[in-house]
């Protein structure tokens, strides 16, 4: 297949277009490389030495004679550009990951809920745009979050994407019907994944696009089969209070003598999935499209539920490292149950890889190995939900104390 993979130059973008490139794929990365520019803007790096995107694709072509195709272009901002792009290139399947995923990142001040929201709801909308406008019946594959559902089940199992719901009429019968699952966003960038939905909704049922949403959990890990083949193909890894994700951070603190930043009562229950499954997903969606016209196919792309104290607990074990529990920067239930249904991808051969598996230390001695780039004072996560949130907790650039002050 063609596959235009736009974001391919982010933490989930890049194994995907190797693993899609490994597999034979002619893979195309679109992306306007503002990960980059925002690491620039925030004054962190990757733990992980990472070379510019031209560079990993020569390494990736002197390693297996495969070429993969970079493209700057600006999905949100230049229309034109990726309109012309599709119309010369037709792709036969399309991943987006082009979006800001980063929460706390989308909470850290106006100007940032603004780019988050113009930047995601616009690629998403000028890429659904183009396809009806070009006559384009490539698969759309959209990186979504679990987030979209909030984390709350009560007491049910959150189905993937569509709740059958009875709905009493007025002359007394009951109506079924299968609805998206109310969405319940804790963010800015969240919300903008809810936004998303309700577009793949409407080109869907309108234009008849094959779309498929991706409800992806917590992705941990770094590396991937295609990645350790060569050390300039290694993947980016995120451990600043913006872009570092829970299990990855506590791993990096454990490798550098940092204690695990648990907010609140670390009750929080989450959805977790390795990286390597993650490029997997993707393949097992690619190869199962929705037909013309149908609904939009969504999978709940996750293997595991873990509550972050838990998590803390068992790497504290682990490493010998101590806990601190600090203020929540976020506005969140401090603690909830989570129950999630991933049959789909079960059912069409995904094999996990679970916490269980050995990986964790591995992880580890990839941060040891680096642990002198990380700049130990953009560890702690400052970016504060509300203003209120914001007067209450206020940070120790010595430490690691996010500590209240009322
Ligand atoms: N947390 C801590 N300590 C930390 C960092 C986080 O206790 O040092 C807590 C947070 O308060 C939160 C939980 O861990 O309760 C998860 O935080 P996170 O930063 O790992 O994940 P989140 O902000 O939800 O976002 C990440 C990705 C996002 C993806 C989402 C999937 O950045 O792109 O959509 O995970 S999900 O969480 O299932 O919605």
């Given at each position: 297949m063609k596959i235009a993979v736009l974001g391919g130059d982010g933490f989930v973008g890049w194994p995907t277009s190797l693993h899609l490139s490994d597999a034979g794929h002619e893979i195309h990365i679109l992306d306007n490389l503002s990960r980059r520019w925002i690491d620039t803007e925030l004054g962190v790096q990757s733990l992980t030495p990472m070379d510019s995107i031209q560079e990993r694709t020569r390494i990736w072509h002197a390693e297996t004679g495969r070429r993969i195709h970079f493209h700057l272009i600006d999905l949100a901002k230049d229309y034109e550009l990726l309109k012309g792009w599709l119309s010369k290139n037709r792709p036969d399947a399309i991943i987006h990951f082009a979006e800001q995923r980063a929460a706390p990142y989308s909470m850290k001040s106006d100007r940032h809920k603004n780019y988050t929201v113009s930047n995601n709801v616009n690629a998403t909308h000028n890429l659904l745009n183009a396809l009806v406008e070009l006559d384009l019946d490539a698969h759309l594959v959209h990186l979504g979050t679990m987030g979209v559902y909030g984390y709350s089940t009560v007491g049910a199992a959150i189905p993937e994407g569509y709740l059958p719901v009875g709905i009493e009429t007025a002359d007394g019968r009951t109506v079924s019907q299968e609805i998206l699952y109310p969405s319940n966003p804790g963010s800015i960038y969240h919300m903008t994944k809810c936004l998303d939905q309700q577009l793949f909704q409407f080109y869907a049922k309108n234009d008849g696009l094959r779309i498929t949403d991706l409800h992806q959990g917590i992705v941990w890990g770094t590396h991937t089969e295609q990645t350790r083949?060569?050390?300039?193909?290694i993947n980016r890894f995120d451990y600043d209070?913006?872009?570092?994700?829970v299990l990855n951070r506590f791993l990096i603190q454990a490798a550098i003598g940092y204690p695990l930043t648990v907010h609140g009562t670390g009750g929080q229950t989450r959805a977790f999935i390795h990286i390597q499954d993650s490029v997997r997903c993707i393949e097992i969606a690619l190869n199962n499209p929705p037909a013309r016209s149908s609904r939009v196919e969504i999978f709940n792309q996750m293997t595991e539920t873990h509550r972050v104290r838990d998590l803390a607990e068992m790497i504290a074990r682990m490493s010998g490292s101590k806990i601190v529990w600090l203020p929540n920067p976020r506005k969140e239930a401090p603690e909830n149950e989570l129950v999630v249904k991933n049959e789909k991808f079960l059912g069409l051969g995904l094999e996990p890889t679970t916490l269980?598996?050995?990986?964790l230390g591995e992880i580890v001695d990839v941060a040891k190995k680096y642990a002198?780039?990380?700049?130990?004072?953009?560890?702690?996560?400052?970016?504060?939900?509300t203003r209120d949130i914001a007067a209450k907790v206020e940070h120790d650039p010595e430490g690691v104390r996010l500590k209240s002050v009322s």
């Open positions: 083949r060569h050390a300039q193909l209070g913006d872009y570092g994700t269980g598996e050995g990986l002198y780039r990380v700049d130990r004072s953009r560890v702690p996560a400052v970016s504060a939900w």
